[in-house]
């Protein structure tokens, strides 16, 4: 059973940045993709991106692009989102989850809760 | 950019009834569909892709069917561990889930 372990829960101000972090095995690192899915409060799913963690390749959803960025320490197996310029409507869970490049999401991680207010 | 519709948005049912949910997509996916179960606090849980394989663990009461842009979930005979959120997910162009079936105690 593939394991992610992400980021405890953080409250940021509007305009500000975070980064959740999602740590994985080093199998997992190295033969998936890692994707990034948010679900604001009593709502939906929306995906918002997917990274390569051995290659560093990565692609976002158009909604987010230009405030998603996707980056990876090899040395620890951690895959990073940074989600920018911050607003209340990004309140949400944030999940990382893996995959095949072509496939559903196998497994995820535990969710990390970012708040925005005030 | 493809659309996933679920229907119903809520399912009111009792244990041991037969239950299903469709989705529909805004083009046809082939069968790259998946459907995932969701209860509350908790992260999605992977039980069927490619429209009907099973995942392995999953109990055979589960069941998906569907091809093209007309999909469904069926659940044989539900059980209290049943009630939850459930969503489809296209992977045929990037992802996109559907809005989310919750299924409630009735």
């Known amino acids: 059973q593939v394991q992610l372990v992400q980021s405890g829960a953080e409250v940021k101000k509007p305009g500000a940045s975070v980064k959740v972090s999602c740590k994985a095995s080093?199998?997992?690192?190295?033969?998936?993709?890692i994707h990034w899915v948010r679900q604001a409060p009593g709502q939906g799913l929306a995906w918002m991106g997917i990274?390569?963690?051995?290659?560093?390749?990565?692609y976002n959803a158009q909604k987010f692009e230009g405030r998603v960025t996707m980056t990876r320490d090899t040395s620890t197996t951690t895959v990073y989102l940074e989600l920018s310029s911050l607003r209340s409507e990004d309140t949400a869970v944030y999940y990382c989850?893996?995959?095949?490049?072509?496939?559903?999401?196998?497994?995820w991680g535990q969710g990390t809760l970012v708040s925005v207010s005030s | 950019d493809i659309q996933m519709t679920q229907s119903p948005s809520t399912l009111s049912a009792s244990v041991g009834d037969r239950v299903t949910i469709t989705c529909r997509a805004s083009?046809?996916?082939?069968?790259?569909l998946a459907w995932y179960q969701q209860k509350p606090g908790k992260a999605p849980k992977l039980l069927i892709s490619?429209?009907?394989s099973l995942e392995s663990g999953v109990p055979s009461r589960f069941s998906g069917s569907g091809s093209g842009t007309e999909f469904t979930l069926t659940i044989s005979s539900l059980q209290p561990d049943d009630f939850a959120t459930y969503y489809c997910?296209?992977?045929?162009?990037?992802?996109?889930f559907g809005q989310g079936t919750k299924v409630e105690i009735k």
């Open positions: 083009q046809s996916i082939s069968t790259w």
């Open positions: 990274f390569h963690p051995s290659g560093g390749s990565t």
């Open positions: 989850a893996v995959g095949a490049l072509l496939g559903p999401f196998d497994s």
């Open positions: 080093e199998y997992t690192f190295s033969n998936f993709y």
């Open positions: 997910q296209q992977y045929n162009s990037y992802w996109t």
């Open positions: 490619k429209a009907s």
